[in-house]
């Protein structure tokens, strides 16, 4: 039985509901392979999280750059909350350790791990403010998120990879780009889409995800190398 007290010390927030936190690291796989273990998935703990996670940026955004624009600070909110950086603030917190994985999502270690990484960090948002409120979901996003604002700042990780190559592909070639799922597989909980990105009938590039919107992003990013427009 895995022991969450390490990882309560380690967030300083002990829950008083302790089922609250399983569920947040349960994974559907598990639930499946496992079926008479009980409890739930952590699906529903990250679909409340998501929510709870945009608002809470998106206030701090507003307040902190007072006279930015809304398309700028909807980029800057993007690039804090996609799921590359989630997966990378819950590697740190080394949520991996304590997760309820099948044998089988266990042994992947790729991109997929990532995906169920960042879903598990939005779950456990999802937990505090269910067990401690707003203010207990606040205070977790601030100290392990929020504080990445200049790093976002500094490496510009705030351009997105599909604005910047419609941009590139307007001025360049005149033409609006266009996304196709050229391959996808998996059951429903656990997709992954390869897509291809066009400029008319021209295929530039493409990308793999765990999702139709990162694989975009993705393929945006290897068109944007693909024509040097980087």
């Not at 190559?165 to 597989?185: C, D, M, N, S």
Request: glycine share 8%; aromatic share 12%; hydrophobic share 45%.
């Amino acid at each position: 039985m895995k022991d969450f007290s390490f990882f309560e010390k380690k967030i300083d927030y002990f829950f008083s509901d302790k089922k609250l936190l399983k569920e947040a690291f349960t994974h559907r796989s598990y639930l499946n392979e496992n079926p008479s273990g009980g409890g739930s998935h952590n699906e529903r703990l990250e679909f409340l999280g998501d929510a709870v996670l945009e608002l809470i940026a998106t206030e701090f955004l507003f307040k902190k750059f007072k006279e930015m624009p809304e398309g700028e600070l909807t980029l800057l909110r993007s690039a804090l909350v996609n799921a590359n950086m989630l997966s990378t603030v819950a590697s740190e917190l080394e949520i991996n350790d304590f997760l309820f994985l099948s044998r089988g999502e266990a042994k992947d270690v790729g991109r997929a791990r990532a995906f169920i990484l960042a879903n598990a960090f939005e779950a456990i948002i999802g937990a505090l403010y269910l067990d401690g409120g707003y203010a207990a979901a606040e205070k977790f996003i601030t100290k392990y998120l929020l504080i990445r604002i200049d790093e976002v700042l500094e490496k510009r990780l705030f351009h997105d990879a599909k604005s910047l190559f419609q941009e590139k592909a307007q001025e360049f070639a005149g033409i609006t780009p266009a996304y196709r799922v050229l391959k996808e597989w998996g059951p429903d909980h656990d997709k992954h889409f390869v897509v291809g990105v066009y400029l008319g009938e021209e295929l530039v590039a493409s990308g793999e995800g765990p999702s139709k919107q990162i694989a975009e992003q993705n393929a945006a990013e290897a068109g944007l190398k693909s024509k040097s427009w980087s």
